[in-house]
């Protein structure tokens, strides 16, 4: 005798078991089984939102703090757009520098025609 009112199925699409005790992920927010609880399980999309992880910059060896449901690789990078302290990233703020300058003294030599 089945009790399909009771329980939930589980939402990983080769299971489908009909769990009794079903578990809700929390990141995700679907049913799964016991056996596809976890993140890696159920291949979750969402666990970048509850997987708490302090990336290190790979240029200036420091660590980048990242706000729930970001994702850590734009975080980085803007952290080297911006704030890094390393030589390359600084060799980067200096050719944009002088990039800039060039542009603006290029302006100002047109204006004098």
């Known amino acids: 005798m089945e009790f399909p009112e009771l329980g939930a199925h589980c939402s990983w699409p080769a299971c489908q078991r009909l769990d009794f005790l079903p578990l809700k992920c929390d990141a995700c927010e679907q049913i799964f089984c016991t056996d596809h609880i976890t993140y890696a399980q159920h291949d979750c999309t969402s666990a970048y939102k509850k997987d708490v992880q302090v990336p290190v ?5 420091t660590p980048v703090p990242v706000r729930r449901g970001e994702m850590p690789d734009v975080v980085v990078g803007e952290h080297i757009d911006r704030d890094c302290k390393s030589d390359p990233a600084q ?3 200096l050719h944009q520098q002088v990039f800039e300058a060039w542009l603006q003294a290029e302006g100002d030599d047109e204006g004098d025609l």
């Open 57 to 61: 910059c790979p240029l200036c060896n």
């Open 91 to 93: 060799r980067k703020h």
